[in-house]
């Protein structure tokens, strides 16, 4: 019998912790739902202060970081079998979802944020219990950052592209609702979802301080909350992200030393891809 097995007391631990991933998953969409009906009741005058809008689209922002963070925070340390059904199942339902031209309501864009956060946790996590040195975590933050950077900011880009379609853009994004209106904008997509898990994972697997971890994620997305109010352009949340872990945990910021020279060349490598078709743009 297998340490996994539904029957000892590990399998029935890893039952209940996936049971209450799932729960509190589900439980933050469904308060995203009520906030999204009660949201045009609520007399806040955002068509008229400039200020009334940014304090909603800060309230939004922290709202969707709450789903985030939670769902990294509580994607298990299960069966890798386990995850990967649980993130198979969000993906299939969201793409189910895209493409019957389901209308996004109230509820439908709740639906979504809890498919989106079920399947990004369940995949940053499952990638993050697999990182075999804390080290790796500075190669991954800078390749991230990199490729999350030029997808945005390139017009030809993946996210650029997306950021042009609406009805894509509300699958592959969480959003909460601006106070005082029925506006649902999408904020945080959902590479953001599954680097967060995978940061928390791989944190929690090479035992760095996990309240650290979660306050350098929270850090990084206030960061960049910030940058977006002030620059008012949609911007990359990885390189925050990114920027913040390397900052709380110096035992990720570089491979082991006989790695080091290939993951120089790699990042080489990536940055002159990038910079090819920046130029070429």
């Known amino acids: 019998m297998s340490a996994g097995d539904a029957h000892t007391p590990a399998g029935r631990n890893a039952n209940v912790r996936h049971a209450r991933f799932v729960l509190a998953v589900i439980a933050l969409g469904l308060l995203t739902w009520g906030l999204s009906i009660a949201s045009p009741s609520v007399p806040w005058p955002i068509e008229t ?6 304090g909603a689209f800060v ?3 922290v709202w969707v970081s709450i789903e985030c ?3 990294a925070t509580l994607a298990p340390e299960v069966a890798p ?10 993906a299939l339902a969201m793409v189910g979802l895209a493409l019957g031209g389901v209308s996004l309501s109230p509820l439908t864009t709740a639906l979504v944020g809890v498919l ?8 940053g996590a499952w990638v993050g219990g697999r990182i075999q040195h804390a080290g790796h975590l500075g190669v991954v933050a800078v390749v991230s950052s990199i490729a999350d950077a030029a997808s945005v900011l390139q017009p030809s880009g993946p996210t650029a592209q997306i950021l042009e379609s609406a009805p894509t853009l509300s699958f592959l994004t969480l959003g909460a609702p601006m106070l005082g209106t029925a506006d649902v904008p999408p904020i945080l997509g959902v590479g953001d979802v599954v680097m967060s898990a995978l940061y928390v994972a791989a944190a929690r697997k090479h035992q760095l301080a996990q309240r650290r971890t979660w306050i350098a994620l929270a850090a990084g997305l206030a960061a960049a909350m910030t940058v977006v109010l002030v620059l008012e352009l949609p911007l990359p949340a990885l390189p925050f992200l990114g920027v913040a872990i390397l900052v709380a945990h110096p035992e990720a910021r570089l491979p082991p030393p006989k790695e080091r020279v290939q993951a120089a060349i790699g990042v080489a490598i990536l940055l002159a891809i990038v910079a090819y078709v920046f130029l070429r743009g």
Do not use: Y
């Open 49 to 54: 202060s400039p200020l009334a809008a940014r």
């Open 59 to 61: 309230l939004a922002f």
């Open 69 to 71: 963070l939670a769902g």
């Open 116 to 123: 989106l956060v079920l399947a990004g946790s369940s995949a």
């Open 81 to 90: 079998r386990r995850l990967i059904l649980t993130g198979l199942v969000g």
